[in-house]
Nanobody, 121 residues
Framework: QVQVVESGGGLVQAGGSLRLSCAAS????????MAWYRQAPGKQRELVAA???????NYADSVKGRFTVSRDNAKNTVYLQMNSLKPEDTAVYYC???????????????WGQGTQVTVSS
């Protein structure tokens, strides 16, 4: 079993910052891609940022230059540092982890429970 727990959301004024964390625990052999998604009311869930095993990253155009994704492999944790927040960043943020439980096993994905980020104008 693998558990994925997010933390760090909240209410912040426009221009402020927040840092989200997503930690995995349980039967984990390796974690490949670690990603953050978000879903605003009435909209589809969208990819915000992702970081691969080797450290390469990609970002949605709307957050480039403002958000930074990073990972701590020793802690099985991925972070999303969000700066210069805008009201349009308001959404529920979810992490998604591509995991493997055993050497030679198959990859599978796990979602976090989501954390609300609200940016006031």
């Amino acid at each position: 079993q693998v558990q994925v727990v997010e933390s760090g959301g909240g209410l912040v004024q426009a221009g402020g910052s927040l840092r989200l964390s997503c930690a995995a625990s349980g039967s984990i052999f390796s974690i490949n891609t670690m990603a953050w998604y978000r879903q605003a009311p009435g909209k589809q869930r969208e990819l915000v940022a992702a970081i691969r095993t080797g450290g390469s990253t990609n970002y949605a155009d709307s957050v480039k230059g403002r958000f930074t994704v990073s990972r701590d492999n020793a802690k099985n944790t991925v972070y999303l540092q969000m700066n210069s927040l805008k009201p349009e960043d308001t959404a529920v943020y979810y992490c998604n982890l591509e995991l493997r439980s055993t050497r030679g096993g198959v990859n599978f994905n796990r979602w976090g429970q989501g954390t609300q980020v609200t940016v006031s104008s």
